[in-house]
């Protein structure tokens, strides 16, 4: 069998061929079967990868708005896509948190929950101020009985609440883009010359940049970090907020300032309610 064809047609949408890629879909005239070809195809893909998220991933971190305007603008070969780059994120909180959480722990975790449920009683929390905060989940009504339930059983076992948030947050994280794009939006209703897809664009760059701080907490937290030293990193999110804003949009400093000041709490109630909501299901 010959490892390399010369085809009439496309062999994936049927269009005739006059070149060596298909017009249409941008498929190969080749098809090549050897095994070295599938070879050189995972080291293509591997390297292309790779060669987008040096230029991306840089950007994100001390350029956003650059890196947001190019993509706006077109700039879409020489960097990862915002979409793509959110659900790698997503997982690497879930890789994170299943490598920092340890089974042991889960098992034992689980075990004492299983034990609290069976003997009516609330299991000790951990100390610090996690526990602490966990514990007033046994204080909170929301006026969701699923939500108090999911609260109290928090409060119960905080390690495994931990666990199941951490898990749920990266299964359900695209969620987060449609809470948080009709703020974005609301803040530029004035700006015809803007469509959803830009704000879109925006927003996911901007849950990566909050999602890569996420996993470096659960990592610091997992290296003994308290709690207390682990919430400076949320310093860097109005920073990077300002930031973003200004360059994506060509705002002035002010223009940024008072956007960035009206998404903060905006932000925090939609993943405040997020996170209820992931709570509620990994626990039901």
């Not at 004492?112 to 101020?129: E, H």
């Not at 947050?169 to 809470?179: K, R, T």
């Not at 700006?191 to 925006?202: G, I, K, N, P, Q």
């Not at 940024?256 to 996170?275: D, E, N, T």
């Amino acid at each position: 069998m010959r490892t390399v064809e010369a085809l009439a047609r496309c062999v994936s949408c049927g269009t005739p061929l006059h070149g060596e890629f298909c017009h249409a879909c941008g498929q190969h005239a080749l098809a090549r079967r050897s095994p070295a070809h599938l070879f050189q195809s995972f080291l293509h893909q591997l390297l292309h990868i790779e060669t987008r998220a040096w230029r991306t991933l840089p950007l994100l971190l001390v350029s956003p708005g650059e890196l947001t305007r190019r993509y706006q603008a077109g700039q879409r070969a020489r960097f990862i896509a915002p979409f793509k780059l959110f659900i790698f994120m997503m997982a690497l909180i879930f890789a994170v948190g299943w490598l920092t959480s340890g089974g042991d722990r889960v098992a034992t975790a689980r075990a004492r929950s299983g034990a609290a449920a069976r003997t009516g009683m609330v299991a000790d929390a951990p100390g610090g101020a996690r526990g602490e905060l966990l514990r007033a989940g046994k204080l909170l009504r929301t006026g969701w009985p699923a939500a108090d339930a999911a609260l109290r059983l928090a409060s119960a076992n905080p390690e495994l609440a931990v666990y199941r948030v951490q898990s749920g947050a990266a299964m359900f994280g695209i969620a987060l883009l449609p809470l948080s794009l009709p703020f974005v939006a609301l803040l530029f209703v004035r700006r015809r010359e803007l469509t959803l897809a830009d704000h879109a664009a925006f927003a996911l760059y901007s849950l990566s940049f909050m999602a890569l701080l996420w996993a470096l907490a659960v990592l610091l937290g997992a290296f003994g970090v308290t709690i207390q030293d682990q919430a400076v990193l949320l310093l860097l999110a109005p920073v990077h907020l300002f930031a973003q804003l200004r360059g994506a949009y060509a705002l002035t400093s002010a223009q940024a300032a008072w956007r960035a000041a009206a998404l903060l709490p905006c932000g925090a109630a939609v993943l405040s309610v997020y996170l209820l909501a992931v709570l509620v299901l990994m626990t039901g």
